[in-house]
């Protein structure tokens, strides 16, 4: 179940899914401060409130014990006597009502005006997730990624109690037990770890954390472990008749349950992700019939500015140019694209199920001829490919999120392909096929973000400036099924990417199509 690489942006109303992109998720940090600072103005009005009672709780406890040293003599003054029943009667009725004034109403009325801005479980399932997808990809120890240790390289960061059990109950939720269990293992420890730092509303009970483990087991089959687990839940919580079930629940299994056999379509959603995560984490191989070299001929302008190529690969043709875009160029594109980005989604084959993101980023799109850099970065595109760019999509600025990926795909629809049933007007066949496809990384990513092709093993990483270029369709015009890519998992860094995709029908006379046995995939 490939994915086509689309972006399909309809009328629908706008997800946030902060998680989604990196550049969406800086406004949170802003909005965390504000609660911070509401919170603390909270506190300074019941502290407010505390001085002014303990104020007068001194004068009115030495009163007080003033008449209780001798009640009698202190009573037969009508002067203290008047007092005492004035001030049962009067002030205490009035420290009543003080008592009842509540304490932090437009801080409430202030938290509930931003309610609407805080993630959405949604957004919390993505970012879950996310950074789930980050140890299983990489074949990362998840205790040492919790603690901060990444790939060899410690960060002064680390996740609590909570955020490791968040993410083990929603791999859980997602039918990944396995992967949920390497989280959940994390969680008890932890909390030992947390007993004296965390409030108690928002502390973990140990009970609760110990049932969601037991229940990864269960799914998991391994039955013993579960039963371990349940024991220990039922020490601190004996009567609690979820557990009991549960307990029961297991006990049965051992006995009754058969090993169901997997499924095709599990199976083949195995196999896909197994391709995804080797084109990952596959080490990087050289070959000595590759060389980097000046490209003077594309375009006479060529001459006098020649691009620096480095190939990736000649089979299929895979090239990198160097030093393609500016920085300047670079912040511009950034600056405009982070305005206005919106959720990417893919059209899918069928038998993909629809929750699933093949893609996890927000991108936005230019126009090539908008202003006088998208037309400058157009011809440039020209001067790489010798391609005429009329007729083909707008540039498309990507930013990826908490584990941002793109599994494995091809940009081509196969509008050749005898089996071609794809009529969408957005795309219309009149303007042919993606021809190639040219991808410019906008910056540099700390770890993690390569784009993969899996099949041929060629991987490259961001690098501010440089883009790759590789041609979709044989010179026959069917689509190559060997230029199916994958952008892997964004570790630590902030991806930002630009696709330009070429249609074909302009290229008729640039890379006309030839006879089966004399097409090649290299040549343009």
Known sequence: MLFHSTLVLGDRPLERSHSLSLVTLVPLLELERKLIDNLENYTNALEQKLEMIRSQLLVMRAENEKGRRNAVSYLSNPLNSFSLIRRLHQDWIK??????????????????????????????????????????????????????????????????????????????KKNRPSDAIQWLQEVPQRLQEEVLIQPRHLSIKEVDALRILAEAQIKEKNYSEALSLLHNCLKLQPHDARLLRLWKKTTDLIENQPDPSPTEDKERIVSIANSFKLGCNKPLESSTRLHCFYNFTTTPFLRLAPLKIEQIGLDPYVVLYHEVLSAREISMLI???????????????????????GRTAKGFWFKKESNELTKGITRRIMDMTGF???????????????????????????????????????????LGDRIATVLFYLTDV???????????????????????????????????????????PVIVGSKWVMTEWIREKRQIFIRPCLPPAKATSTKS
């Open 388 to 430: 005429d760019l009329a007729d083909s999509e707008g540039f498309q600025v990507i930013n990826y999120g908490i584990g941002g990926h793109y599994l494995l795909h091809m940009d081509y629809f196969d509008f050749a392909s005898s089996n071609h049933t794809d009529t969408r007007s957005s795309y219309s066949m009149d």
């Open 335 to 357: 600056g405009k694209a982070t305005q206005n980005m919106k959720n990417t989604r893919v059209h899918k084959e069928q038998g993909v199920p629809k929750k699933n993101r």
């Open 95 to 172: 420290w009543r009502k003080y008592m009842e004034q509540p304490v932090g109403i437009s801080q409430l009325k202030a938290f509930y005006s931003w309610q609407d801005e805080l993630p959405t479980e949604r957004d919390l399932w993505d970012a879950c997730e996310g950074i789930g997808r980050i140890p299983s990809t990489y074949d990362l120890k998840v205790g040492d990624f919790i603690n901060g240790n990444i790939k060899g390289k410690q960060y002064n960061a680390s996740m609590s109690s909570a955020d490791i059990l968040s993410v083990g109950a929603i791999l859980a």
């Open 446 to 488: 700390e770890q993690g973000g390569a784009t993969v092709f899996a099949d041929v093993g060629y991987s490259v990483y961001p690098q501010a400036g440089t883009a790759i270029f590789w041609y979709n369709l044989d010179t026959n015009g069917k689509g190559d099924p060997r230029t199916k890519h994958a952008a892997c």
